[in-house]
């Protein structure tokens, strides 16, 4: 995270506009990405700074089989391509996409017949292939990167099918320094038929060449099938309290030894390890060498995942500039959470309300409020019993971008304390190690001071910015307007207590207050 001089986390814009929730609106978005393993289409709910999956699905083609050896994309491989990009055309159209793209990488752009399969499928789909360079490749997949985490620095490597891309990703920039190297899932896993020493033997002395230690950053975030699988199967032997590959931290070491271990299982055992998908079995020694000598070479300090790469990238360099400057977890938070509440405009008001809660709030600490905000009012429709752990579960592994798994463990303790959440449910568990004990206080605080907004508000924005919440030493008073007459339900009073407790005071009181003319 980049920080401003004074060590904060540098401002974004984190408003909650209820009109720009008529984005979603928006025509859905497709991609289809030719790469040199498989042909992938992607359907996203829009082109916007925040964008969510709808559909994505990929056929195994693997363009680079043979590759190296005959200079030619294999007859088989040009066929079942062709097919795979027609009927994914089919499918982008039949969800209503208006704007699809194709790109290729490696296999199509090494290949004597790339030009003849970019040319095949133009006139059995419509779609017109842009087959990336190198250079291209490396900044999309950066791209990426940064438009799924919050202001990112560090050095960013893409493992696909056929090449390894290694760029910088500088904030909202890509950086100058790249390479692109055929270091892919399929030319490594010839070189593995060749014997392990080998194989890194060789690999070594490509990085060495061609890598400059300059690249290497504290943090590196690995892109791609192969390096998401790695992750998937590290999370499931040490049990990872949350199991989402986005955000998703170790330490150099700890991977580099995850990765030199399945390194030395047999392919039975690494078909039988938990959270290795089959189809990735195959290609995941590749992967774990790739990533054993780039983190060598590299020395970072931690491993960040990337669930984001070279698809969102090419996506997020169709944003205006002021669109790719908002912050994509408070828009995130906001596309999901406005349209499912009971009144949009609520979440700005409680946004500026809660404002004052936390005086010494950090930038960082702003935007998780402003999000546990639009979030707020995702439940209303849900039984009462189960509001608190469903949205606990379901905000836990929510597609959010621009966030740690810690931050996302803040928000859905949040929205559990907004629920009226008990702070011992045994579902919180394990996830609530992640959080410090300040971030599980003020995860509650909030929680609960969203929770008595809505029951004294009834969640009218009007009423709500009527009033005033002050925490004091030894009281928390909620100060009310006369024309908005003191609330003196119990359930009201309740809710105010909640708060109280999680601020650790025993005092809490209802006042009206005069109100300016």
């Known amino acids: 995270m980049v920080k401003d001089s004074a060590g904060e986390a540098a401002l974004r814009p984190l408003d909650l506009n209820p009109e720009r929730a008529g984005w979603t609106d928006r025509a859905p978005y497709a991609i289809v990405d ?8 992607v359907v996203y709910d829009q082109l916007g700074r925040a964008p969510l999956p709808r559909f994505n699905e990929k056929s195994l083609c693997r363009l680079g089989d043979g590759l190296a050896q005959t200079g030619a994309i294999a007859a088989e491989g040009f066929r079942r391509t062709v097919e795979a990009v027609r009927r994914f055309r089919a499918i982008a159209d039949a969800m209503g996409v208006t704007k699809i793209d194709a790109t290729g990488t490696e296999a199509i752009r090494r290949a004597s017949n790339g030009p003849a399969l970019a040319a095949a499928i133009a006139a059995e789909s419509g ?8 250079a291209e490749e490396a900044r999309f997949a950066t791209l990426g990167v940064i438009s799924g ?3 990112p620095v560090g050095s960013v490597g893409d493992m696909g099918g056929g090449s390894l891309e290694v760029a910088e990703a500088l904030d909202d920039h890509v950086g100058n320094r790249w390479v692109s190297l055929p270091l892919g899932a399929l030319p490594v896993e010839a070189m593995l038929a060749d014997g392990l020493p080998e194989a890194k033997r060789r690999i070594d002395a490509m990085l060495h060449a061609n890598v400059p230690t300059a690249l290497g950053r504290p943090v590196f975030y690995p892109v791609g099938g ?8 590290h999370m499931e032997a040490v049990e990872a309290p949350v199991k989402v590959v986005h955000g998703y931290s170790l330490a150099t070491e700890e991977a580099r030894g995850f990765a030199k271990s399945l390194l030395r299982l047999t392919p039975a055992k690494l078909a039988a390890t938990p959270g290795v998908p089959e189809r990735r079995a195959r290609t995941l020694p590749a992967a774990a060498l790739v990533l054993d000598r780039v983190l060598k070479r590299l020395a970072p300090k931690h491993v960040v995942f990337s669930a984001l790469g070279l698809r969102e990238g090419f996506l ?11 912050d994509p977890l408070v828009e995130g938070a906001r596309l999901v959470g406005l349209p499912l509440a009971r009144v949009p405009d609520f979440a700005p008001v409680l946004a500026a309300w809660t404002a004052d809660i936390f005086p010494r709030e950090t930038p960082g600490d702003t935007r998780l409020r402003v999000a546990v905000c639009a979030l707020s009012d995702i439940a209303w429709r849900d039984h009462p019993d189960l509001r608190a752990e469903e949205s606990f579960r379901r905000l836990l592994q929510f597609p959010f ?5 810690a931050e996302r463990v803040f928000i859905a303790t949040a929205i559990h304390a907004r629920y009226a959440g008990r702070t011992d449910a045994p579902w919180l568990s394990p996830a609530d190690r992640l959080l410090t004990p ?16 809505y029951r004294f508000s009834g969640g009218v924005p009007a009423v709500l910015a009527s009033a005033r919440l002050r925490i004091e030493p030894h009281c928390v008073r909620l100060e009310v307007g006369a024309t908005a ?4 339900s119990e359930v009201v009073v309740d809710r105010l207590k909640l708060l109280a407790a999680a601020i650790g005071v025993r005092r809490s009181e209802i006042v009206v207050v005069e109100e300016k003319s």
């Open 316 to 326: 997020y360099s169709q944003l205006s500039k002021l669109e790719r400057y908002l």
């Open 226 to 233: 192969g390096w998401r699988a790695l992750a998937k199967a």
């Open 34 to 41: 030719i790469g040199s393993n498989s042909v992938r289409l």
């Open 485 to 488: 007459r003191a609330p003196d």
């Open 127 to 134: 779609l017109e292939v842009r087959i990336l360079s190198g």
């Open 149 to 151: 985490f919050f202001r």
């Open 401 to 405: 971008i621009g966030v740690d798994h």
């Open 438 to 453: 300040a971030m599980r206080r003020r995860a509650q605080i909030l929680g609960r001071a969203i929770l008595l907004a």
